[in-house]
């Protein structure tokens, strides 16, 4: 069993930055493949971005790409999300989530929510314009 717990969500204006965490307890973390998953009000979940459980490779939707960076740190069990030049569609519910890999590869990620085992609570993010 894995426990997340996302935390660093708020209000921020177009074009500013915030910084998520998600802190894992529980089984090893290295163990899995994390990932970053948001909701908006009327919409379905949607993937964000995720890395590998070394951390050598990451995946970002195409509506973040350039602007957000997933990282990870396996000692602290923690991964990141950086969002940078924030828009007001960024608006969302974001979820950290942890999805159990084979370590004998090192570059594996996943994009889909169903392939993920643990789930966070979710931390409100919300860009005014």
């Known amino acids: 069993q894995v426990q997340l717990v996302e935390s660093g969500g708020g209000l921020v204006q177009a074009g500013g930055s915030l910084s998520l965490s998600c802190a894992a307890s529980?089984?090893?973390?290295?163990?899995?493949?994390m990932g970053w998953f948001r909701q908006a009000p009327g919409k379905e979940r949607e993937f964000v971005a995720a890395?590998?459980?070394?951390?050598?490779?990451?995946d970002y939707a195409d509506s973040v790409k350039g602007r957000f960076t997933i990282s990870r740190d396996n000692a602290k069990n923690t991964v990141y999300l950086q969002m940078n030049s924030l828009k007001p569609e960024d608006t969302a519910l974001y979820f950290c989530?942890?999805?159990?890999?084979?370590?004998?590869?090192?570059?594996?990620?996943?994009?889909?929510?169903?392939?993920?085992?643990?789930w966070g609570q979710g931390t409100q993010v919300t860009v005014s314009s």
């Open positions: 529980g089984r090893t973390f290295s163990m899995y493949v």
């Open positions: 989530a942890a999805a159990h890999t084979d370590t004998m590869m090192p570059m594996a990620v996943m994009s889909w929510a169903d392939e993920y085992d643990y």
């Open positions: 890395t590998s459980w070394t951390g050598g490779r990451a």
